[in-house]
């Protein structure tokens, strides 16, 4: 059973950091497809970044450049490092993982998911 555990939340300014971390059952991050998602209140759940287990890697492109993911297969972990962060970018952010290859951002291709961890930043 895939079981995924989001961590490294919490309030920041604009123009700060945070580092998430998203810690899965094992094996989970070797085998699966792993992303990081995020939902803003009223909003509909959007897609950050994803990896595949090939290394191809997919960012929204409202954070290119600022978010970096990045994954440790031993350590069964999944990273999001956020730099520059902008108010637009406070949310809940989940981790999401799927058996299948690929480098989708859509809520609809991942099975698995995090209870996630707040983010807010002020500006």
């Known amino acids: 059973q895939v079981q995924l555990v989001e961590s490294g939340g919490g309030s920041v300014q604009g123009g700060g950091s945070l580092r998430l971390t998203c810690t899965a059952s094992?094996?989970?991050?070797?085998?699966?497809?792993m992303a990081w998602f995020r939902q803003a209140p009223g909003k509909e759940r959007e897609g950050v970044a994803v990896?595949?287990?090939?290394?191809?890697?997919n960012y929204a492109d409202s954070v290119k450049g600022r978010f970096t993911m990045s994954k440790d297969n031993d350590e069964n972990t999944l990273y999001l490092q956020m730099n520059t962060l902008k108010p637009e970018d406070t949310a809940v952010y989940y981790c999401?993982?799927?058996?299948?290859?690929?480098?989708?951002?859509?809520?609809?291709?991942?099975?698995?998911w995090g209870q996630g961890t707040q983010v807010t930043v002020s500006s």
């Open positions: 094992r094996d989970t991050v070797r085998r699966y497809t």
């Open positions: 999401a993982a799927d058996r299948a290859i690929h480098t989708s951002l859509r809520t609809a291709d991942f099975r698995y």
């Open positions: 990896v595949d287990i090939t290394g191809s890697s």
